[in-house]
């Protein structure tokens, strides 16, 4: 709870610096988004406690299948078949990475994995439904309510001068930055493909791993990671490159 609190501090810090020129258009939606966020924050670290981090970031990935449902009641943005088709296949793949790493273990923990997923969802379509607002606020306040909820927990110890580099570096990169660019993205992507796009950072994990502590991923991990990236390139990557490719054929051509 500590290190929750302290590295969104961090991350508040930079959310605001990011967006100090913005104008801050505050209404219950986004207030909604800042709670769920905290929530989706503070159940995730209780869950990591509770039960092992292969079920918490599992049963936490399931945010896609709620995210469809409250998209298509708050948001009207029905999931295309290759949207399920998508969702299926990723989850198919988050099963197969942490296939020798899953445990039938810590009921509670995997509880509060599942109400993680259910607050990521509901962060991310309270910020897709102010696209045209001030989506940062959401995650602006959620950061600034973790860190008073994590506060209380600060004052048992001290994590020295090599912990504190390294929550700063948590803070102001794998969230500050991370969520500024989220704030952006959520913008001109809708709800889904927010949630389904970001399933690739835990498979990144045994990535860096590798590169900087020479570790090689299992063979699950590789055959997991590999059926999610691909899950993901070709329903948003491909789609994507096809229109710039087809306009560079045209200029090659004169047309």
């Not at 399933?199 to 990144?204: A, D, G, H, K, S």
Request: aromatic share 10%; glycine share 10%.
């Amino acid at each position: 709870m500590a290190i929750a609190g302290a590295r969104s501090a961090f991350a508040a810090a930079v959310i605001w610096l990011a967006f100090r020129r913005s104008e801050f258009r505050w209404n219950k939606v986004l207030l909604c988004g800042g709670v769920a966020y905290a929530v989706m924050m503070l159940t995730f670290v209780a869950a990591m406690k509770l039960t092992t981090a292969a079920n918490a970031i599992l049963l936490q990935y399931t945010s896609p299948i709620y995210v469809a449902i409250l998209g298509m009641i708050f948001l009207h943005e029905k999931p295309a078949l290759q949207d399920w088709l998508t969702m299926a296949a990723t989850g198919g793949g988050m099963i197969l990475f942490f296939q020798d790493q899953m445990s039938e273990g810590g009921m509670l923990g995997n509880i509060l994995a599942i109400a993680s997923g259910v607050a990521m969802a509901t962060m991310a379509v309270c910020m897709r439904q102010q696209k045209e607002g001030s989506p940062f606020v959401a995650v602006l306040v959620g950061n600034v309510l973790t860190f008073f909820c994590g506060l209380p927990f600060m004052f048992d110890s001290s994590p020295g001068m090599g912990g504190w580099a390294a929550i700063a570096a948590l803070g102001c990169v794998q969230l500050g930055l991370a969520y500024v660019l989220y704030s952006l993205a959520i913008k001109s992507v809708v709800a889904l493909e927010a949630t389904i796009i970001t399933m690739i950072e835990p498979i990144l994990n045994p990535i860096w791993v590798f590169l900087l502590l020479g570790e090689w991923p299992g063979f699950w991990a590789l055959a997991g990671g590999g059926v999610i990236m691909t899950a993901i390139a070709a329903r948003y990557v491909l789609p994507a490159l096809k229109p710039a490719a087809v306009l560079t054929e045209k200029e090659s051509s004169g047309q």
